[in-house]
């Protein structure tokens, strides 16, 4: 009842209060007058990180700006968060809500549309289940994620990473037992040398590479179809847990010749004029 209660002890009053009194978010939101979604956003921040509630109390977040790091579930990754949104700048300013929104939505939130591993298999990593019923996934926790527009984002890079790195070696032994070839180490960066960029050298070419010559800007597999050569994996030197199904431009381009299909310059290498 004081009027100067700060906001992580009202945080453990009304914790206390839903596990010794049998209250719920809804019965304690009319209780007290508030919504339902800010008794939600309040009692998560005692999730908060020991560094993190120190960072509270000191000044350097708001209730707002910390709720944002108590959302993220893992300690870690909160850690780094709050040295990303806490900085001041050459001003002596921090960043703002929005901007401390913007870099913890791009920098530690990952979209599962992207993901390389299927979203529903629920035992790629013990103990993880899917990402479709995951409490860590946005569309999952509405209420405490209103502010993230897409339903469909993970905020556990963690688990992400983990779920990547088993579909990466999944995809290598299954390679591997098929008699394809896996390409890795100082071959892949001979084949990959720049880390930001998808261009390929030795001839080699991803079966997903966007051919603009074709009227519909089909992927070289796209054109193939069943015609396409076994791909190769070539395991990104930049991240381990990133797998390009590539061939060479020979086999290529003997299976476009085969099917009648004029070869594309992504494909030949010849320079647009």
Known sequence: QRADVHPLEEAEGYDRLMRLHGHTAETLAARVGKSRSYIYGRT????????????????RLDASTALL????????????????????????????YREARDRIESNFMLRLDQAPFSRAEADLVAGA???QDCPRRTGNQKALFADVKSDDVCTDPTCFAAKKAAHAERQRA??????????????????????????????????????????KHRTVRQILGQAAPAA???VDPKDA?????????TSIMEALKAKGVAIPREISGQQRS
């Open 129 to 131: 289940g899917s990402c």
């Open 69 to 96: 790091i108590a959302r993220i579930p893992v300690e870690s990754v909160q850690r780094q968060a709050l040295e990303s949104i806490t900085k001041v700048d050459y001003h002596g300013e921090r960043p703002s």
């Open 44 to 59: 998560r921040l005692l999730a908060l990180s020991a560094e993190a509630r120190e960072a509270f109390f000191d000044g």
């Open 174 to 215: 299954l390679a591997k037992a098929e008699g394809r070839k896996v390409i890795d180490g100082k071959e892949a960066r001979k084949i990959k040398p720049h880390d930001y960029s998808d261009r390929l050298a030795g001839g080699y070419v991803r079966l997903d590479e966007k051919c603009y010559d074709d009227p």
């Open 241 to 249: 847990g990133k797998i390009i199904e590539v061939a060479h431009k």
């Open 232 to 234: 190769d994996l070539l």
